[in-house]
């Protein structure tokens, strides 16, 4: 079962271009939404977070938007460089429970 | 700073054979986590603890055992391992209690079953 969906499943931009990676999600208990970066031969790591009880995150050039009404998230990644080329995946949690479920991830190369 | 450390980093068993990878953290951190990282499938868990001494099942547990005998170390065992159990695994830390959220990840262990 599914409950973490992420698309699309690889994204090519160049460089200075803004990526936009989505997430949707089914469980409406789900409170925490973390995104998580991962390069390639290490573990992934924490880029940003969002609570269900804001609508947008911002971090730099890393900017989450969140829509709880249709259970969907973005990831906006402004003027994009080759440094973020990496896996980014979409997490989720209910934070009354221990289980933290991942989407399968979305694979962003960028072009210089 | 925050770390957790998996061994080995890779891993050749054969089909039958038992298989032991082990992780350790000095976060002090009471929750730790089994996943599974496939191409296609992204981190599946398969076991999570809250504490020394426990172990849940998480969402494909079949196939593994895991082992939390102390704070710090949280093992995953393979009975009899298979070519299926052929993948990446990561082993993870996170915060104190159920409000758990920042997931601090090991470098992975690279495990290839014959």
């Known amino acids: 079962q599914q409950q973490v969906r992420q698309s699309p499943q690889s994204l090519t931009v160049w460089e200075g271009e803004t990526a936009i990676l989505n997430c949707s999600y089914e469980?409406?208990?789900?409170?925490?939404f973390p995104w998580y970066q991962q390069f390639p031969g290490e573990g992934p790591a924490l880029l940003i977070s969002?609570?269900?009880?804001?609508d947008k995150k911002e971090d730099g050039r890393f900017t989450i938007f969140f829509n709880k009404r249709e259970k969907k998230l973005s990831l906006h990644i402004t003027d994009s460089q080759p440094g973020d080329s990496a896996t980014y995946f979409c997490a989720a949690k209910d934070t009354n429970a221990y289980k933290v479920i991942f989407g399968k991830g979305t694979h962003l190369h960028v072009l210089p | 700073e925050a770390a957790v450390t998996q061994s080995p980093r890779n891993k050749v068993a054969v089909t039958g054979g038992k298989v032991t990878l082990s992780c350790n953290q000095t976060?002090?951190?009471?929750?730790m986590y089994w996943y599974r990282q496939d191409t296609g499938h992204g981190l599946r868990l398969i076991h999570y603890s809250y504490g020394a001494g426990s172990t849940e099942k998480g969402d494909i547990p079949d196939g593994y055992k895991a082992s939390r005998p102390s704070q710090e170390n949280f093992s995953l065992i393979l009975e009899l391992a298979t070519p299926s159990q052929t993948s990446v695994y990561f082993c993870?830390?996170?915060?104190?209690?159920?409000?758990?959220?920042?997931?601090?990840f090991g470098s992975g262990t690279r495990l290839t079953v014959l």
């Open positions: 969002i609570r269900s009880v804001s």
């Open positions: 469980d409406s208990t789900f409170n925490y």
């Open positions: 993870a830390s996170g915060d104190d209690g159920v409000s758990a959220e920042t997931l601090y």
């Open positions: 976060n002090n951190h009471n929750n």
